[in-house]
């Protein structure tokens, strides 16, 4: 007999088996799994001040988290981030990238940069839209 257990502080265990499980799925479908990586803005000790999370296919990476220290953002770091990551995408032959971001973060930023809007999730999360954003690199 199976129970269903609600964990509000699951362990790393149980979620790599949750996680495995639709990775293993999508990978018999797909034929194959995304990749991960990440670029960081550090500084010479090696302090990281921003980042970007990444998930690379053949046809499109999917920016997962983008952030830049507080006190160093509108000074282009994101933009450079942005780019490092679109340049890795191209070099692995991704035609796209794709994003979410909340209505309050960087709809801006990602249009400025050459993203479109394809979606939009209203009152999503605290009557906050949810803005799926994309872009054909080049």
């Known amino acids: 007999m199976y129970k269903v257990v609600v964990d ?3 362990s ?3 979620n790599a088996v949750v996680s495995e499980g639709i990775l293993a799925f999508n990978e018999k479908i797909l ?6 990586f990440s670029i960081f803005l550090k ?4 302090k990281v001040f921003g980042g970007i999370q990444v998930f690379l296919d053949t046809e499109s990476i999917y920016i997962d988290t983008l952030w830049v220290e507080e006190s160093l953002q509108k000074q282009g770091y994101g933009k450079k981030l ?3 990551a679109e340049r890795e995408a191209k070099k692995n032959g991704s035609t796209y990238s794709t994003v979410d971001t909340w ?3 960087a709809e801006g930023f990602y249009l400025k940069n050459g993203y479109e809007r394809i979606g939009e999730v209203k009152k999503f999360w605290l009557g906050h839209a ?3 954003l994309r872009k054909k690199l080049k």
């Open 12 to 14: 790393e265990a149980d």
């Open 82 to 84: 942005l780019d490092a």
């Open 43 to 46: 500084d010479e000790s090696g």
């Open 31 to 36: 034929g194959q799994r995304d990749k991960e």
């Open 103 to 105: 209505d309050f973060q």
């Open 130 to 132: 949810k803005i799926t």
């Open 8 to 10: 509000y502080k699951p």
